[in-house]
């Protein structure tokens, strides 16, 4: 709010105070800032892709994807927009666009570990063990201290029936 007060036409202010109401369960404050937000600076993909996360955890799917899209379409760059965009299609069940999307993230950001444990979650529901592997383990190249990539690697390896390996990530 401090923020807001010394300069009212904070864009990012009003995501950040966006952000502190979607983590106290204001869904309606929060989409409210967001708005705000989109309506000082509707060139900000950042913002389209804040809106895109909160409409998908809000069960609102059409809106979760356009607002991705949109983010691509101000910025083609950006990986966090894929990334989202990724994880909107394997919600949905769309694979095939989830690892296009996937794959797009880590082109333009090839240190975005969270695309390859994303990408290799994906892989991992599709029993693709040796690919999910792989990607598990770039990702802690980038990120030796990936809870997510470790956890990863763990499930994959009690999937496949390496019970010593899947300790040794446990």
Known sequence: NKALELNPNNNYAYVGLGCLYENQGKSTESERAFKKALELNPKNDYIYVKFGWFYKDQGKFTESEQAFKKAIELNPKNDYAYLGLGQ??????????????????????????FAYVELSGLYRSQEKFTEAEQIFKKALELNPNSDRAIGGLATIYYEMGNNELSKVYA
């Open 88 to 113: 909107f299609y394997g919600n949905q069940g769309k694979s095939t666009e989830a690892e296009q999307a996937f794959k797009k993230a880590m082109e333009l950001n090839p240190k975005n570990d």
